[in-house]
């Protein structure tokens, strides 16, 4: 005899989140991100460089680095960082991967309920 199961849809509906717990919940990431680089046993002075170099592709991007697409990463640094030295360009790059690598493992699930975008480290590279 076959019995019927009930099957509930995994995507859960959830009201858009406003502005302000978005960016609750970004300053919210950065601070583990911090502190995840902290337990890792980076020191301050890494920490706030990579912290520094997200703060200035944040403030390029305008809004929370998660929404950031391969092109927006080719345009800043194809363009904006084009006449940098390349240790900068370098070092903000892997302080930007990083962050991807940390959002994929700690918060996707997260970033994806609360606007439906999902991040992934492989987007960037």
């Given at each position: 005899?076959?019995?019927?199961?009930?099957?509930?849809?995994?995507?859960?509906?959830?009201?858009?989140?406003?502005?302000?717990?978005?960016?609750?919940?970004?300053?919210?990431v950065?601070?583990?991100?911090?502190?995840a680089?902290?337990?890792?046993?980076?020191?301050?002075?890494?920490?706030?460089?990579?912290v520094?170099?997200?703060?200035?592709?944040?403030?390029w991007?305008?809004?929370?680095?998660?929404?950031?697409?391969?092109?927006?990463?080719?345009?800043?640094?194809?363009?904006?960082?084009?006449g940098?030295?390349s240790?900068?360009?370098?070092?903000?790059?892997?302080?930007?991967?990083?962050?991807?690598?940390?959002?994929?493992l700690?918060?996707?699930?997260?970033?994806?309920?609360?606007?439906g975008?999902?991040?992934?480290?492989?987007s960037?590279?």
């Amino acid at each position: 005899m076959s019995a019927l199961a009930v099957v509930r849809d995994l995507r859960e509906y959830r009201d858009p989140v406003s502005a302000e717990e978005l960016e609750r919940f970004e300053t919210d990431v950065l601070a583990g991100f911090v502190l995840a680089r902290a337990s890792a046993g980076l020191t301050d002075g890494t920490i706030r460089g990579d912290v520094g170099h997200l703060e200035q592709v944040r403030t390029w991007f305008g809004q929370p680095l998660w929404g950031m697409e391969p092109a927006d990463a080719d345009a800043y640094f194809g363009r904006v960082l084009r006449g940098s030295p390349s240790g900068t360009r370098l070092a903000r790059s892997q302080a930007l991967s990083t962050y991807f690598l940390f959002l994929e493992l700690r918060h996707k699930v997260e970033i994806h309920r609360m606007t439906g975008r999902v991040s992934s480290a492989r987007s960037t590279r």
